[in-house]
């Protein structure tokens, strides 16, 4: 005996088989494929915080590597905003404790990553912050909207659609 799917007015939309699986779906509702399922049976997930780095750009600011990798443990998920993990903002004082350098050195090279669009400097009420840049680096897989939006039109959105040295080797160009 055959079963179908009707709809409100009890027109048929489909046919159910012997072999299918009907499911009701509810709002919210999430079909996870048998292909994502054996990729989590497959992959275990290191519980250690990764950052993902656009190595051209690094190449290129290879006169601030040494300060933007200090950074790079202090960029904010999604809002790449320089933080502690207590949420607190990174000052020009910590800034110049994480950079071993005094606080003149440090104003210097903070003047100098944002004539880079390394970082952007911000003011909230009466304290500065600092965003990266997530097209030289960031964490997470997304970023927001502000946060691409503020840096859309900087140099380094094109340097990190070239491919990397890397890339090329293996395509064998």
Request: one cysteine or more.
């Amino acid at each position: 005996m055959a079963k179908y799917i009707v709809n409100d007015n009890g027109e048929v939309i489909d046919v159910i088989h012997d072999n299918d699986i009907f499911v009701k779906m509810n709002n919210g509702d999430k079909i996870v494929r048998k292909t994502s399922i054996d990729y989590f049976k497959d992959t275990k997930e290191i519980k250690k915080r990764f950052i993902k780095v656009n190595d051209k750009a690094i190449n290129l600011l290879n006169k601030y590597g040494k300060y933007i990798c200090l950074l790079l443990k202090y960029v904010g998920y999604m809002d790449g905003v320089l933080r502690f993990n207590n949420g607190i903002y990174l000052t020009n004082q910590n800034i110049s404790k994480i950079f071993e350098v005094n606080n003149r050195n440090t104003i210097k090279i903070l003047n100098d990553l944002i004539k880079e669009d390394v970082i952007h400097k911000h003011k909230e009420k009466n304290k500065n912050y600092y965003t990266f840049n997530p097209w030289i680096a960031s964490k997470g897989k997304r970023v927001s909207v502000d946060l691409y939006n503020e840096f859309k039109m900087t140099e380094w959105v094109n340097v990190s659609q070239e491919p990397s040295d890397y890339e090329t080797v293996i395509e064998g160009k």
